[in-house]
């Protein structure tokens, strides 16, 4: 039984950083790519950032020059550092794995509040 398990979400003020984890427990074979997603009330769930086994990396707009993803295969682990955080970046964030079979790994979510 896979499992993805998120932590690190929670309420900060604008301006400031926080860093989200996703670890894997169970076993996961041929991930090729982890991700970073958000979905703020009344919106679609989109794309923040994602990198590949190759460490290949690729962000949404919004957040380029503010945010860092970045994996630790050994540990199966796969990290957000997001600076500079504004209002807007208010959503439940999700971390998802991809696999050569085709098979699609979600996390429960974790609540990012950017507030004052």
């Known amino acids: 039984q896979v499992q993805l398990v998120e932590s690190g979400g929670g309420l900060v003020q604008p301006g400031g950083s926080l860093r989200l984890s996703c670890a894997a427990s169970?076993?996961?074979?041929?991930?090729?790519?982890m991700g970073w997603y958000r979905q703020a009330p009344g919106k679609q769930r989109e794309l923040v950032a994602s990198?590949?086994?190759?460490?290949?990396?690729n962000y949404q707009d919004s957040v380029k020059g503010r945010f860092t993803i970045s994996r630790d295969g050994a540990k199966n682990t796969v990290y957000l550092q997001m600076n500079s955080l504004k209002p807007e970046d208010t959503a439940v964030y999700y971390c998802?794995?991809?696999?050569?079979?085709?098979?699609?790994?979600w996390g429960q979510g974790t609540q990012v509040t950017v507030s004052s």
């Open positions: 998802k794995y991809s696999t050569l079979i085709h098979v699609d790994y």
């Open positions: 169970g076993s996961i074979f041929s991930i090729y790519a």
């Open positions: 990198i590949t086994s190759g460490s290949g990396t």
